[in-house]
Every structure is written in C-alpha cells, then in structure tokens.
C-alpha cells in the first residue's frame, strides 16, 4: 500500500475494515426468504433427509454438514433484510433420485456440486433460469441430452458431467456460454460433430471429451481457444490430422489424445507448445522419428508415447 496520497489509503482501508465487520456481524444473522427455505426444504426431501430445518440452513453447523465436515449449503449476496442461499455441495454422499427442479427457485445460487453420487434422470432445463457459475455432477448416472436450454446459463464457467450416461450430442446453444471455461463430459455415450458454436468460446481453458463416440474432423475453431491448457480426446470417433491452427496454441500443458483415425502418420508439431507438461499420445498410427525438440520441453514429466501400432514406449522424466 501506498502512503504518498495522505490518508486517503488509511480512510479507504478503515472503511473497508468497518464494512467487512458490519458484513460479518450482519452475515451471522442470516435470514433466507421464506420462498428459499421452501425450495430446500423440497430439495432436502429428495436428496437430504438429515438436513435440520430447526438450525439456521446457512449456519453452517450441526444438520447442514457431511459426516467430514464439509459444509452443504452457503449464503451470500445479502441485502438489509435477507441472505441467500449462494452454493450447495454435497459431495459422495450416496444420494439416490432425480436431479431437483427446486433448484430453480434459488434465485442466487452460483454452484451446485452434485458429484460422486447415484443421482439419475435428466438435467433439468428448469436450471436455466439459475444464474449458475458452476455445475459439478461428475460421477452419477444422469441420462438423456444436454438439454438446449443449459446455452442460456450465460454465467456459466464450469461445466462437469464426467462420468454419467448422457446422450446425444453436444447442443449448438453451449456457444452461447461466452463466459465458459472448462467442459467436462469425458466417459459419456455423447455422439456428433462438435459444434461449430464452440468456437465462441474464448475463454476455454479445458475441454475435455474422451470417451465419447463424438465423430467428424478435429475442428480448426480449437485454435480460437488461445487460454486451452488441457484437451483430453483419448477414445473417440473423432478424425486427424489436427488443424495447423492447433500447434500455434501454446498455454497447453496438458495434452492426452488416443485413438484418433485417418491421420497423417506424422509426428505432431509440437515445438511451440514449450509449456507441455504431460503428453500423451496413444494408437495414433504415427510412424515417424521422435523430434529432436521433445527434449528441449523442460517442462515435460509426463510424456507416455504409443505410436505405431508395434512400437510403444512411456518414460518419466525428472
Ligand atoms: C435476524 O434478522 C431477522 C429479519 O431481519 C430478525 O427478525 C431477527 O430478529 C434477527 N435475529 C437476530 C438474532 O438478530
Ligand atoms: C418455485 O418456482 C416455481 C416456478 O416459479 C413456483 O411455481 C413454485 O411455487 C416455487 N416453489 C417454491 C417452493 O417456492
Ligand atoms: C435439530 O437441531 C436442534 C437444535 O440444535 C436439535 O435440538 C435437534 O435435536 C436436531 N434434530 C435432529 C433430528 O438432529
Ligand atoms: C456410502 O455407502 C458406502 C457403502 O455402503 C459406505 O461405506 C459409505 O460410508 C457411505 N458414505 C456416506 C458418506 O455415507
Ligand atoms: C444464442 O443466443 C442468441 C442471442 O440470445 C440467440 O438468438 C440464439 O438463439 C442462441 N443460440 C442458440 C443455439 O441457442
Ligand atoms: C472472457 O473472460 C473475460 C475476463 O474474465 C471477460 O471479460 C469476457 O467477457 C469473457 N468472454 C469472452 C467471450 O471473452
Ligand atoms: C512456431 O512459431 C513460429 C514463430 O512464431 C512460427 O513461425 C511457426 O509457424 C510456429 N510453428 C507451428 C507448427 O505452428
Ligand atoms: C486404435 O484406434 C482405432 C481408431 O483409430 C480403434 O478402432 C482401435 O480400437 C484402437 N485400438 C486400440 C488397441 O485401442
Ligand atoms: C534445443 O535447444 C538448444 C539450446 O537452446 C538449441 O541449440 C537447439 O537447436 C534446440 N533443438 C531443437 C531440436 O529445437
């Protein structure tokens, strides 16, 4: 902090410290509105049973935590009167039963982390009307498509269904999540072309898809990604060669693809991803030399290879 503009800096950080004391001691008391209370209450009758509506839902205490402690709901964004309810986790709890349409009526709620249970049914198109950031359900049994209306979460950045029974393709409407910046749908039966909307998202930093039968050609709009650190196409239908596009990104550290058909027999053109990490490249029917410049990647430390079909190897470095 500076000191050289008298006390405005002081003043600014009192203030600060007053707020932030006036926050606390107001955020202790923290009042949902009663049309809040009646959606976890339906919520709670689905999924949590346990859940102690005679202690305050966003106390944080006894009745609203796993047997580990980990807290299931937060509040946030009070005004004078009333909090509301900002995140639900419940995470490896073993729930059963459908994902809750009541999650709707929580008008603030940022995050739902549903993952590692044995939640089945569709993901309800009612969720669109939440101004959701985060949408963790990795690990149930969720089936049915991605429905369209998951394209109007225009808040949305992260989006995990990884390991699920999901179907269908991919929607168009995803293209409109400008704000997304990881996609999580590895181990799914997802089938079709990836969309050409995706190449909207600038923001990408992850995309993760393996183990779906997603078909057609490795898009060039992937170049438009320029944040991508991680891109995992491991056992898909899609089809080589990458776009030249590709090897111009160069924040991947993380780059996991298998099984992609129709190639070119060559080596990827890796030299200006210096960043990577982990590579790994399997069942790609490459039949080239190993570039020189593979060991100028500093960074590498994870580097497993199976090129040809015959000749494979994997070693750690450092
Ligand atoms: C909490 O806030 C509500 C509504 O503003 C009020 O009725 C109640 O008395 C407050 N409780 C405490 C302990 O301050
Ligand atoms: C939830 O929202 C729906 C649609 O707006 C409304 O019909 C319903 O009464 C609300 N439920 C609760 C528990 O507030
Ligand atoms: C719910 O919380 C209240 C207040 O702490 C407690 O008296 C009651 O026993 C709890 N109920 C259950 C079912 O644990
Ligand atoms: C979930 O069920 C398994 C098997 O019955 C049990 O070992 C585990 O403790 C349960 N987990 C929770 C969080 O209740
Ligand atoms: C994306 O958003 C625009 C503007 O809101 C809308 O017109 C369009 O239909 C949306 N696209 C899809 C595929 O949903
Ligand atoms: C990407 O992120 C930046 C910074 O968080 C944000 O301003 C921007 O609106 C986001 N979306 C796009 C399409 O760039
Ligand atoms: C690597 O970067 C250099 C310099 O920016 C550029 O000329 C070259 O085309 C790039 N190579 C690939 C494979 O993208
Ligand atoms: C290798 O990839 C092809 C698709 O290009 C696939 O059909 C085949 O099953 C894969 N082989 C192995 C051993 O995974
Ligand atoms: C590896 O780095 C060294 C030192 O910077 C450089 O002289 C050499 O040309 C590089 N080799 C390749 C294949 O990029």
């Not at 809040?36 to 859940?51: M, P, Q, S, T, Y």
């Not at 991919?170 to 999540?177: D, E, F």
């Not at 997304?180 to 181990?187: C, E, M, P, Q």
Request: charged share 15%; glycine share 8%; hydrophobic share 40%.
């Amino acid at each position: 902090m500076r000191f050289t503009h008298g006390h405005v800096p002081l003043f600014l950080f009192l203030c600060a410290l007053v707020w932030s004391c006036s926050e606390i001691v107001h955020c202790k008391n923290q009042t949902l509105p009663q049309s809040e209370v009646d959606a976890l209450k339906k919520i709670g009758a689905k999924l949590r049973k346990d859940w102690n509506f005679t202690v305050n839902p966003c106390s944080g205490t006894s009745g609203w935590v796993d047997k580990t402690g980990a807290v299931n709901v937060k509040c946030g964004a009070c005004t004078a009167n009333y909090c509301h309810i900002t995140s639900i986790v419940l995470q490896g709890q073993n729930l059963t039963g459908s994902l809750p349409d009541e999650f709707s009526n929580l008008t603030s709620l940022q995050k739902i982390d549903l993952s590692f249970n044995y939640l089945n049914g569709n993901i309800p198109a009612a969720w669109a009307s939440i101004p959701l950031t985060d949408i963790e359900l990795e690990g149930n049994h969720i089936t049915g498509r991605i429905p369209d209306e998951l394209g109007r979460i225009t808040s949305l950045q992260y989006l995990s269904l990884e390991s699920n029974l999901i179907e269908g393709p991919l929607p168009q409407s995803l293209g409109n999540l400008t704000n997304l910046l990881g996609l999580n749908v590895i181990a799914n039966n997802i089938i079709g072309r990836l969309p050409e909307s995706l190449g909207h998202l600038k923001n990408m930093t992850y995309f993760l898809i393996g183990g779906n039968p997603i078909t057609g050609k490795i898009p060039s709009f992937i170049g438009n990604w320029i944040q991508l650190y991680k891109l995992e196409i491991r056992g898909t239908s899609l089809e080589g060669p990458f776009p030249p596009i590709f090897f111009s990104l160069q924040n991947i550290v993380d780059l996991r693809v298998s099984d992609l058909k129709g190639g070119d027999g060559k080596f990827p053109l890796l030299q200006n991803m210096t960043n990577l990490n982990i590579l790994v490249l399997r069942n790609m029917s490459i039949i080239d030399e190993l570039p020189a410049y593979i060991g100028n990647m500093t960074m590498l430390a994870y580097l497993v290879l199976s090129l040809a079909i015959h000749s494979s190897f994997s070693f750690h470095l450092g």
